[in-house]
């Protein structure tokens, strides 16, 4: 059941959000410091500071909330918590350092290890996708409602090279990659493409809010087995996703689950 509670969460989530991403440009505009951190993965005076303004931020405002975020050491205090705050302060980090539009801020509250409201702005584009458990989905104003297709032939679809390979076996064509995970799945959910896939080890923060924003809009988003992803586990990485509207989702999932060289299917 809808509760009015998920809607003040989301109105919060999307006000930090866009504050969030006006914090981010200006860093994008007038340079900033980038180094490395563990796993080969970069890190920006951006990340550090959005990530801390969020904290601060969506702590004062629930703190009985726990908190799982990209950019901060994780306290395992948050697995005691029926809700917790899933962030990604800047989510594409590579293109945001590069000076690329495809990169968002994500936010999202899960309740009972599902998102409940979600915010997801996109500053370079001025737009920031919304949603709340059972009120629906939104981008500026615009309610969210995937079109069903019914074939694979012609969808356009996003993701890692040896997920879309497979589908492009069928007909489907593959899009550049979208560096921002969350955004892939938002085009989805805002019917910019067709479907998008995530590779394995994805983490919590790159996908809470686009999974309510997806499923919110009559999309799917689940593993190669079909199940929903479950989120603020001991440990918050998931296998590979694929995300489309029915009936595509399940044409695109056993495609993606097909094994040419051995003629099955896992």
């Not at 003040?8 to 006000?15: E, G, I």
């Not at 180094?35 to 990530?51: F, N, Q, R």
């Not at 059972?134 to 995937?146: C, E, K, N």
């Amino acid at each position: 059941m809808p509760d009015a509670d998920d809607l003040v969460l989301r109105d919060l989530l999307a006000s930090l959000a866009e504050e969030a991403g006006a914090i981010a440009l200006d860093f994008q505009r007038r340079g900033m410091r980038t180094w490395t951190k563990a796993g080969a993965s970069p890190v920006t005076e951006a990340d550090i500071a959005v990530d801390r303004f969020l904290k601060e931020r969506l702590g004062a405002a629930r703190p009985d909330f726990g908190w799982l975020s990209e950019e901060t050491a994780d306290n395992p205090s948050r697995l005691d918590r029926r809700e917790v705050f899933i962030v990604d302060p800047i989510d594409g980090t590579r293109a945001f350092a590069a000076g690329l539009p495809d990169w968002t801020i994500s936010v999202a509250a899960v309740r009972d290890g599902r998102p409940v409201a979600a915010a997801l702005a996109e500053p370079v584009a001025g737009r920031t996708f919304i949603a709340a458990r059972g009120h629906g989905a939104s981008v500026a104003g615009r309610p969210l409602a995937v079109k069903g297709r019914e074939t694979i032939d012609g969808a356009v679809v996003a993701g890692p090279k040896p997920m879309t390979v497979k589908v492009e076996r069928h007909g489907a064509v593959a899009l550049p990659k979208i560096h921002s995970l969350a955004l892939r799945f938002a085009k989805v959910a805002a019917s910019e493409i067709d479907g998008g896939f995530a590779g394995g080890q994805s983490h919590d923060w790159d996908l809470a809010a686009a999974d309510l924003l997806v499923h919110e809009a009559g999309a799917s988003l689940t593993g190669l087995d079909g199940t929903a992803p479950c989120y603020n586990r001991p440990v918050p990485t998931h296998f590979p996703l694929v995300c489309a509207g029915f009936p595509l989702h399940e044409l695109l999932r056993r495609a993606a689950a097909e094994d040419r060289r051995r003629g099955v299917t896992t």
